[in-house]
């Protein structure tokens, strides 16, 4: 059975995708029914929940070295259930307050959601005595159904059964779903009994405090590391968010239409699952480095085909394009989608994991900004096999810096450190359940 802080964070890793979807699919509908959207919204409400997840994941991470995980996460949970109530409820009146109300509540949502990242993340890692990588992997994986699951909304809601239902609230409904997992989250955090603070797993060494502060004088490594795992989650959210963002764009490329296909939107995005699934899988035999290394070629090349099929053919070869854009989404999804998440809370110890897993995370949603507003001109002033052609460079240049900048060791291996020298084992140094510690990190090469 899964460990309750395996589930919370699973549930949490739904919410994250499902409101960073959402928009997507509610805003075709409110266009489709009478509601269109202003020429400034199309940019705002994607730049907005970028900038609040950046925000959030940045200092709610801090937050949670400082003020501990649980208080972190009731926070954030507020901010999230407030952004996507208030999405849902408070939008009314001309096109362009709908849009600006909308906008405002997206932030608040960005802000909630992005510091789940890091609080899910270390909640998972700290849930046993030693780091487990592929539990933090598992409880990634509801990402994926997480991004799906609006479309499946958005298909359910464009049925003729519900074609008397108005515009105005087949919208609502679709932003509004996203409070629902952070309520359940938020609810389970206040009724659970916090542990105390001299509870220790069974089998562990005692740990002696170390401030954040001192421990990052103490290894400046980290600091290193963090181009690691800051840098390429930056390059792979430029890359998956430019994608994922504009995937109804792309396939209406494709097909040469104007009209939104939820069979085909959900088609590409289950190719995220198996996917995530073979990424996971390999965590343990292969490690998170090995797969952001791999993973980057293999978008790469996937790419770098896709671009070719346009080259040959702007309008032609629609289901030669539509199956390599669905590999290109499984090649998203395999390899660094997982190991860019695991990577902090694995490599990064105890006081200083939110921190430095906010800080990575908020280099990628930095990214996803840059993927959100870049390609729209990039499309109309160059075509959308050039879009693909710097997808593929981002993607080289990415597993390069993985190989450079990311130590080949994880947590998981038993160094035999600290505690098995006799020492006492501190906060900087994950532990290892028999006893040892565990070699958080390797210098970069």
């Not at 890359?239 to 764009?249: L, N």
């Amino acid at each position: 059975m899964p460990s309750r802080e395996t589930v919370v964070a699973s549930v949490n890793n739904l919410s994250i995708q499902y409101n960073f979807a959402a928009a997507s699919v509610a805003i075709q509908i409110m266009n489709d029914g009478g509601y269109p959207e202003p020429a400034w919204a199309k940019m705002a409400l994607l730049g907005t929940v970028f900038a609040g997840a950046v925000c959030g994941m940045v200092f709610l991470g801090l937050l949670g070295d400082i003020i501990g995980r649980r208080a972190g996460m009731l926070l954030t949970l507020s901010l999230t259930l407030v952004g996507s109530l208030g999405a849902a409820v408070l939008p009314w009146g001309s096109a362009s307050t709908i849009y600006a109300v909308l906008s405002g509540c997206r932030f608040i949502l960005g802000i909630g959601v992005g510091g789940m990242y890091p609080l899910s993340a270390a909640k998972v890692a700290e849930s046993d005595a030693e780091v487990d990588a592929t539990k933090i992997g598992w409880s990634f994986f509801f990402q994926a159904p997480g991004s799906m699951l609006p479309y499946v909304v958005g298909w359910i809601l464009s049925a003729k059964a519900f074609d008397a239902v108005p515009t105005s609230l087949k919208f609502r409904v679709v932003l509004g779903l996203g409070c629902i997992p952070a309520g359940v989250v938020f609810l389970n955090e206040l009724m659970t009994k916090p542990p105390a603070p001299s509870a220790a797993v069974e089998g562990a060494p005692k740990r002696k405090s170390k401030s954040m502060r001192q421990t990052i004088r103490d290894h400046p490594e980290y600091l290193t590391q963090l181009i690691g795992t800051g840098g390429t989650w930056f390059l792979y959210d430029i890359s998956y968010y430019g994608t994922a963002i504009f995937q109804p764009q792309i396939l209406q490329s494709i097909f040469e239409t104007d009209t939104l296909s939820y069979w085909q939107n959900l088609t590409v995005s289950s190719m995220s699952l198996p996917g995530t699934i073979i990424a996971i899988l390999l965590l343990k035999p292969k490690g998170s480095r090995w797969l952001n290394i791999y993973g980057f070629w293999l978008i790469a090349v996937s790419f770098g085909c896709l671009a070719i099929c346009f080259h040959v053919s702007e309008t032609g070869l629609k289901w030669p394009k539509f199956i390599i854009f669905c590999v290109c989404t499984f090649a998203l999804s395999c390899g660094p989608n997982v190991g860019t998440y695991v990577l902090p809370a694995t490599l990064y110890p105890f006081a200083v994991r939110t921190t430095f897993h906010g800080l990575s995370a908020g280099s990628g949603k930095m990214g996803a900004v840059i993927g959100t507003f870049i390609y729209t001109p990039i499309q109309n002033g160059a075509g959308i096999a050039t879009v693909l052609w710097v997808q593929t460079a981002i993607s080289i240049v990415a597993a390069i810096l993985s190989i450079k900048y990311i130590g080949k060791e994880t947590c998981e291996t038993d160094s035999g450190s600290a505690a098995s020298n006799g020492e006492l084992a501190d906060e900087s140094t994950p532990l290892n359940p028999k006893g040892g510690a565990n070699n958080a990190i390797q210098a970069p090469r």
